[in-house]
């Protein structure tokens, strides 16, 4: 009786949702096209994929050899792998997936939902709103700013802060877009870290520049290391000048570094602690001409809430060679508004404005009001951000604990309480206790990654290289694309690889995964995985 008054709750609850609307998918004939629709397509061959694609150069050259390896991996990731799954297997929701880039799931934050159900009292909503954000909104991310260590004055080369250096954008993703287009000329360099978000590598190319890697090492502890990032800038720009002087009517040149703080995907903070980083960094972006993109959207996901990652933008000698972006999808709940602000010199953010401008007018006024909420100075937001984000870190890092456990077993957790927390959850969600206890055995020639234990965010990787040279049937596991294959194969498990993020050893088979899953889902997956490595031979 219980089970059938279930099965009528969800179901009254996906009607009142709309989530059991029948859908109306399409296809097309390309004999139907119109001369026109021909011919476009015809000449953007990229329209009849019919899987998700990284697309191409505006200039259509041929990606560099660094994209063009990520490109590879996200197309087999995308396209390719999925040929190999078994009908009999049923899919893994896209939210489920280790692949995943959303975080854990949490209530939005309070603050922003506020000021987004204040929208209706506001008697202007017939005008169109200013392009970068109403003045007013820019102020409280200025007095958020203030709080957060930004000095307003000025002094010796710094302009001192106002709402003129404030763009609201649509996501961090837009901001990021926006920058790209403003600073890079065709064959310019974007230099990024290796690891990296594969997707904000690719951009670049997509439209004519290039991208190039600073590979992080273990040495350094993955960290950026300035004296190598000095020595990758002044080989790039060497090498740039022989290739292009005489042929174009500039020399192209690195123009930024891409500085993800918190990193992604390693979960590496650069807080007050890692000052000589931050200011190595500074020093020489400074001095060789090349702008530093400042990405905090996990900002506020770093585990010490007391010791967040430190804007280089707060230094002042930093600020006019500093273009920095802040958002709420990582954090806030609220990866559905697409919302995102970047903070810069005014001459970038007048450039900004006119792109924005060009482009959609203006922002939505829903999607400042969400920042306002999350982003202001006033002493009732810090103390709301404090017990919002308490319980969400020690998830967070609980969500890690079990993913741990899951690759490695119950024995690598320390602390008992965890573990007995650990076995509770596994037991719930698992009710076979065969499968228990391999579960809490862990993944045979399977580990975290030595020295990458994250200290923000949601994402991990897991050293698969000790699988290497295994059989199933009459396969071998040699590379990163065969171990994908064969995890597809038996349970249509996918996780970006080591060519999609730039992992700087080649020699390894790794994987990203996001912990930050339901913990049902994280079990489920890991449960395919440790299955799937147990009949390999």
């Known amino acids: 009786m219980k089970e059938k008054i279930t099965k009528k709750s969800k179901k009254f609850i996906k009607k009142l949702l709309g989530l059991n609307v029948q859908l109306t998918t399409g296809s097309y004939d390309v004999q139907n096209f119109s001369p026109a629709l021909a011919d476009l397509t015809k000449n953007n061959p990229d329209l009849l994929i019919t899987h998700a694609s990284i697309g191409h150069r505006k200039d259509y050259k041929p990606f560099y050899p660094e994209v063009a390896k990520i490109g590879d991996a996200f197309n087999f990731f995308r396209g390719e792998v999925i040929k190999y799954g078994k009908p009999e297997i049923k899919e893994i929701s896209e939210y489920d997936g280790l692949h995943s880039g959303t975080p854990m799931k949490t209530p939005p934050y309070p603050g922003c939902i506020r000021e987004i159900k204040h929208?209706?009292?506001?008697?202007?909503?017939?005008?169109?709103?200013?392009?970068?954000?109403?003045?007013?909104?820019?102020?409280?991310?200025?007095?958020?700013?203030?709080?957060?260590?930004?000095?307003?004055?000025?002094?010796?080369?710094?302009?001192?802060?106002?709402?003129?250096n404030v763009v609201f954008t649509c996501s961090t993703?837009?901001?990021?877009?926006?920058?790209?287009?403003?600073?890079?000329?065709?064959?310019?360099?974007?230099?990024?870290?290796?690891?990296?978000?594969?997707?904000?590598?690719?951009?670049?190319?997509?439209?004519?520049?290039?991208?190039?890697?600073?590979?992080?090492?273990?040495?350094?502890?993955?960290?950026?290391?300035?004296?190598?990032?000095?020595?990758?800038?002044?080989?790039?720009?060497?090498?740039?000048?022989?290739?292009?002087?005489?042929?174009?009517?500039?020399?192209?040149?690195?123009?930024?570094?891409?500085?993800?703080?918190?990193?992604?995907?390693?979960?590496?903070?650069?807080?007050?602690n890692e000052m000589d980083i931050i200011t190595g960094i500074g020093d020489v972006c400074l001095?060789?001409?090349?702008?530093?993109?400042?990405?905090?959207?996990?900002?506020?996901?770093?585990?010490?809430?007391?010791?967040?990652?430190?804007?280089?933008?707060?230094?002042?000698?930093?600020?006019?060679?500093?273009?920095?972006?802040?958002?709420i999808s990582k954090a806030y709940g609220l990866a559905s508004f697409r919302a995102g602000v970047i903070l810069a010199p005014i001459p970038i953010c007048r450039g900004l404005a006119n792109l924005i401008f060009q482009a959609m007018d203006s922002v939505s006024v829903l999607q400042v009001k969400a920042l306002e909420g999350a982003f202001n100075g006033t002493d009732k937001r810090y103390r709301q951000t404090k017990k919002y984000f308490t319980p969400i870190i020690k998830e967070y890092q609980y969500r890690y604990e079990l993913f741990k456990c899951l690759v490695e077993g119950i024995n690598?957790?320390?602390?008992?309480?965890?573990?007995?927390?650990?076995?509770?959850?596994?037991?719930?969600?698992?009710?076979?206790?065969?499968?228990?206890?391999?579960?809490?055995?862990?993944?045979?020639?399977?580990?975290?990654?030595?020295?990458?234990?994250?200290?923000?965010?949601?994402?991990?990787?897991?050293?698969?290289?000790n699988l290497k040279g295994?059989?199933?049937?009459?396969?071998?596991?040699?590379?990163?694309?065969?171990?994908?294959?064969y995890f597809y194969i038996e349970g249509k498990i996918l996780y970006l690889m080591g060519s999609s993020m730039s992992w700087p050893y080649d020699n390894e088979i790794v994987g990203r995964i996001n912990f930050g899953l339901e913990k049902e889902a994280l079990i489920n997956n890991f449960k395919i995985i440790n299955l799937a490595v147990r009949k390999l031979r």
Request: hydrophobic share 40%; glycine share 4%.
């Open 287 to 327: 001095a060789k001409g090349v702008f530093v993109i400042d990405d905090l959207i996990y900002r506020d996901l770093t585990f010490d809430q007391n010791n967040l990652a430190f804007p280089m933008a707060s230094i002042p000698k930093y600020f006019n060679n500093t273009i920095s972006m802040f958002g």
């Open 412 to 465: 690598s957790i320390k602390d008992p309480a965890i573990q007995d927390k650990i076995r509770e959850d596994i037991a719930y969600y698992e009710k076979d206790p065969a499968i228990r206890k391999i579960l809490l055995e862990g993944i045979p020639n399977v580990t975290l990654r030595k020295n990458t234990v994250p200290t923000s965010g949601f994402f991990a990787i897991v050293d698969f290289t």
């Open 173 to 272: 993703t837009h901001a990021y877009s926006l920058i790209l287009n403003l600073i890079a000329r065709p064959e310019d360099v974007i230099l990024v870290t290796g690891p990296n978000y594969g997707l904000f590598a690719i951009e670049p190319e997509r439209m004519n520049a290039r991208v190039e890697i600073l590979d992080l090492s273990e040495e350094d502890n993955f960290f950026v290391n300035p004296k190598k990032l000095a020595k990758r800038i002044d080989e790039l720009n060497e090498e740039l000048k022989t290739t292009w002087q005489g042929k174009l009517d500039y020399i192209p040149k690195v123009v930024a570094f891409l500085n993800m703080n918190p990193h992604n995907p390693l979960g590496n903070v650069l807080t007050k």
């Open 119 to 164: 929208v209706d009292r506001d008697k202007t909503l017939y005008w169109y709103p200013a392009t970068t954000g109403s003045k007013w909104a820019r102020q409280k991310f200025v007095d958020y700013l203030k709080r957060e260590g930004f000095k307003l004055d000025k002094e010796a080369n710094y302009d001192g802060l106002s709402i003129d």
């Open 470 to 485: 295994k059989h199933y049937a009459d396969n071998i596991i040699n590379t990163e694309y065969d171990l994908l294959k």
